[in-house]
Nanobody
Framework: QVQLVESGGGLVQPGGSLRLSCAISVTFFSINTMGWYRQSPGTERELVAFITSRSRTNYADSVQGRFTISRDNAKNTVYLQMNSLKPEDTAVYYC?????????????WGQGTQVTVSS
């Protein structure tokens, strides 16, 4: 069974920082690309950043230069360091991972963690 558990969300003032973590419980599988998405009320879920198994990264234009995605393969964990936060970053943040078993790759999602940027 695969589980993704996010943590690190909360309330922060504009200009502040938060670090999100997503721990993946999995055995006998390979974790390929890992990513972070976000969704605010009335909008579609959007990609924030992803990191490949070779640590190649990609960011949405709206967070480029402010957010950093990283992974610790020994801990099966992906992180999202968020700096210079803005009110428009307020959303539920979800992590996901492409997990491979043999020739089959499936995408799994976490339950989401709320990030609120407000004074």
């Amino acid at each position: 069974q695969v589980q993704l558990v996010e943590s690190g969300g909360g309330l922060v003032q504009p200009g502040g920082s938060l670090r999100l973590s997503c721990a993946i419980s999995v055995t006998f599988f390979s974790i390929n690309t890992m990513g972070w998405y976000r969704q605010s009320p009335g909008t579609e879920r959007e990609l924030v950043a992803f990191i490949t198994s070779r640590s190649r990264t990609n960011y949405a234009d709206s967070v480029q230069g402010r957010f950093t995605i990283s992974r610790d393969n020994a801990k099966n964990t992906v992180y999202l360091q968020m700096n210079s936060l803005k009110p428009e970053d307020t959303a539920v943040y979800y992590c996901n991972a492409d997990i491979q078993s043999g020739y089959i790759t499936r995408t799994y999602w976490g339950q989401g963690t709320q990030v609120t940027v407000s004074s």
